[in-house]
């Protein structure tokens, strides 16, 4: 029987096959600090090399592949960044990535694990949605954690903080705020602004690193609540309205200590009060 050609692409499966590679190369590269060597100065792979005393055959298999990611570009057999690379994978950008590519460098599933949670299996380990759900969270993972959402949230928290109208808010209070830098932005913003983070008490510890960091102690502070009880258990009573977070959206309850709502200019946090 003669076969027909396909009637789709198959870019999608190549996508999914490639990633397993994809991941690890930018890992890699970051971790030697590839793309600070290019930034130095753009080379071949030849010339890279011989520069920094890395294999010169693995290069000429990264490189390119880098260079298909967006991250490089090649200008007469040299490699130099891109405006993506420089902006985000210096490691002295503010706008730094690589700390979550390393984190995430393997992967995060295997077929085999993926097997046993559809099969109903318990799981083997627990992982950071876990310990978040029963409001259990190490001093590390906080870390690891908040360095992951910072680093990715913080052009979204700029964006939000120029283009939100914020001007009539006084007080503002984000619900699960990670490592602040959503409070912080709109601090920074907007002047007349207090904010306060509620988040786990590890994730406190680490949010008030980042708003001493911004210079912004005096008007950005934080409170611990354990969000793995009932709903609304250790949240005071104000007015305040629901609006969409980054991560979700946040659904009032009966019981929620935040009911009744007042209207509410959209917003990035997930409850924005007034004073």
């Not at 950008?93 to 295997?110: H, L, N, Q, V």
């Not at 102690?217 to 009880?229: A, E, F, Y």
């Amino acid at each position: 029987m003669q076969i027909e050609l396909p009637t789709c692409d198959d870019r999608p499966v190549w996508d999914a096959w490639l990633s397993a590679y994809q991941m690890p190369t930018v890992a890699t590269a970051d971790e030697i600090r590839l793309f600070e060597a290019l930034d130095a100065a753009p080379a071949t792979a030849a010339e890279l090399a011989e520069r920094k005393g890395w294999n010169a055959e693995a290069l000429k298999a990264m490189l390119p592949m880098l260079s298909a990611l967006g991250f490089l570009t090649p200008r007469l057999g040299r490699y130099q960044l891109t405006p993506a690379a420089r902006t985000y994978l210096l490691h002295d950008s503010p706008f730094y990535w690589a700390t979550p590519s390393r984190r995430i460098a393997g992967p995060p599933s295997s077929s085999a694990s993926c097997d046993r949670s559809l099969a109903g299996a318990a799981k083997e380990t627990l992982g950071p949605a876990d310990s978040w759900e029963a409001g259990d969270v190490s001093a590390d993972m906080a870390k690891s954690v908040a360095t992951f959402m910072h680093s990715h949230s913080v052009p979204a928290a700029l964006g939000s903080a120029r283009q939100g109208d914020f001007a009539g808010v006084n007080r503002l209070l984000d619900v699960g705020g990670g490592s602040g830098c959503f409070a912080i932005a709109l601090a920074e913003r907007f002047d007349h602004l207090r904010a306060t983070v509620m988040e786990l008490p590890t994730m406190c510890d680490l949010a008030k690193g980042y708003i001493a960091e911004a210079g912004l102690t005096g008007r950005v502070d934080t409170t611990s609540v354990d969000m793995s009880g009932p709903p609304g258990q250790g949240v005071t009573t104000r007015s305040s309205c629901p609006i969409s977070s980054t991560t979700g959206t946040w659904t009032p309850t009966p019981n929620s200590p935040a009911a009744p709502m007042t209207p509410c200019r959209p917003a990035v946090a997930s409850i924005c009060t007034r004073c």
